[in-house]
């Protein structure tokens, strides 16, 4: 119950995006080379961002889209993935950074945090209680 506390992560993402499969599993190679993933992106990508080294800003990873979404979820800062097939192309995406984002303070997250676990003991207690009635009921069928 306490996981609805955790702050959301941002990616900052960078991307290469070609239309040739062949051009982009080579661009892979380079990468598991330990070649420079902006200076690749400057060099080789199509997109618009290209001369900014692939660089595609903050993005909170549930607006990504599903099948990207789970690739960027098990990525680590530094690691990329895979080549993607997507609308736009063949694509490799490199996590520059994960960023916490938590707008909430302190205090707020305390009182969240209490409420939940306040919760939580009232239910446990209902339970016993409803389970004692049961266990104690006499119940007489007269027909």
């Not at 400057?42 to 990504?64: C, M, R, T, V, W």
């Not at 409803?130 to 266990?135: A, I, Q, R, T, V």
Request: net charge neutral; hydrophobic share 35%; charged share 30%.
């Amino acid at each position: 119950m306490l996981k609805n506390i955790q702050a959301k992560k941002k990616y900052h993402l960078r991307n290469i995006l070609m239309d040739n499969e062949d051009g982009i599993k080579e661009i892979r190679k380079e990468l598991d080379a330990k070649k420079d993933f902006s200076a690749l992106a400057k060099k080789h990508s199509l997109s618009p961002n290209a001369s900014e080294g692939g660089d595609l800003g903050l993005f909170d990873i549930s607006n990504l889209a599903e099948n990207i979404k789970e690739i960027i979820s098990g990525l680590n800062i530094g690691d990329y993935s895979n080549v993607i097939s997507t609308s736009r192309g063949f694509q490799i995406f490199y996590v520059e950074d994960i960023v916490p984002d938590c707008n909430k303070t302190l205090q707020q997250a305390r009182d969240e945090i209490r409420e939940i676990l306040y919760n939580e003991q009232v239910e446990k207690k209902f339970e016993t209680w409803l389970e004692s009635l049961k266990k104690n009921a006499h119940i007489k069928i007269m027909l």
